[in-house]
């Protein structure tokens, strides 16, 4: 893509895009250094960075603010704008540190290998980092850590030999998958923790639901799963994977030409 914005392709160093957005590449990039005159400043970039996920990890991701991680830093929150514009750029740093802590697999194993190996990096990271369900994989950051490992899942995918487009939406549902499920673990555990009704309890305090309402003739698929133990399984954190194999089993039909 060769257009304003649009991706690989354009000339280097072309004034595109808007004041704010180089100047929050040039702080994923190139932060600058301190300075070497005036006042010696109290913290450093990554010294914010790393406030700014302590208080994330502590307090919730909702509770994030300039504020918050000025005081945690010990710092006023005004001097906080002298390295950071906003929250908002402030969390697209975050998200680039997080994604810093995902390891590579081997490139000499397998496709399918590689690729299972980015998505237990990523299901790892997301335990690591449960804030980063907050985040936005359609607006992720243009950042160093996120885009090599979002270029190592493209070069793993793209060893089946399948055609570029279908490299892309494959690794986007690949992550895509370990998000969602991610979202969905992360999301229980903090309503558990919020109102300290944990998932076998919230199930056991509805389950008068079953005697009252529940209907066999209304449910019929339901009850025959049932009848057969098909909601035996227990919850697991490991049941994405489950996911995963039927989205690989897929690509490896498209891989032998089966459509």
């Given amino acids: 893509m060769d257009e304003p914005g649009g991706g690989p392709g354009g000339e280097p160093g ?12 040039r702080l994923l990039w190139d932060p600058p250094p301190p300075p070497t005159r005036g006042p010696r400043q109290k913290l450093t970039l990554d010294q914010v960075v790393t406030g700014a996920i302590e208080v994330a990890a502590t307090q ?19 001097s906080l704008y002298t390295y950071v514009p906003g929250k908002d750029e402030l969390f697209e740093l975050m998200i680039d540190r997080a994604w810093a802590g995902r390891a590579m697999p081997d490139p000499d194993l397998p496709w399918r290998a590689q690729v299972e190996y980015h998505a237990r990096e990523a299901w790892r990271m997301y335990q690591a980092h449960p804030w980063l369900i907050r985040s936005n ?42 998000f969602g499920a991610a979202r969905s673990a992360v ?8 109102t300290g009704v944990g998932y076998d309890d919230y199930w056991e305090s509805r389950a008068g639901f079953w005697g009252t309402y529940y209907s066999p003739e ?28 039927l989205l690989l089993d897929g690509v490896e039909r498209l891989t032998d030409g089966d459509t």
Avoid: C, N
């Fill in 60 to 78: 919730g991701v909702d509770e994030l603010s300039m504020r918050k991680v000025a005081q945690h830093l010990g710092v006023g929150a005004m």
């Fill in 137 to 178: 994989l359609w607006r992720m950051p243009l950042g160093p850590h996120v885009l090599d490992a979002q270029e190592d899942l493209y070069r793993a995918v793209a060893l089946t030999g399948l055609p570029a487009g279908t490299v892309s939406r494959v690794a986007g549902l690949v992550e895509s998958h370990v």
């Fill in 187 to 194: 999301t229980d555990t903090s309503v558990s923790a919020r």
């Fill in 218 to 245: 209304r449910f019929p698929t339901m009850t025959r799963i049932w009848e057969q133990g098909g909601f035996d399984e227990e919850y697991s954190d490991e049941a994405w994977e489950f996911g995963l194999g």
């Fill in 14 to 25: 072309a004034e595109w895009g808007t004041a704010e957005g180089r100047a929050m590449i």
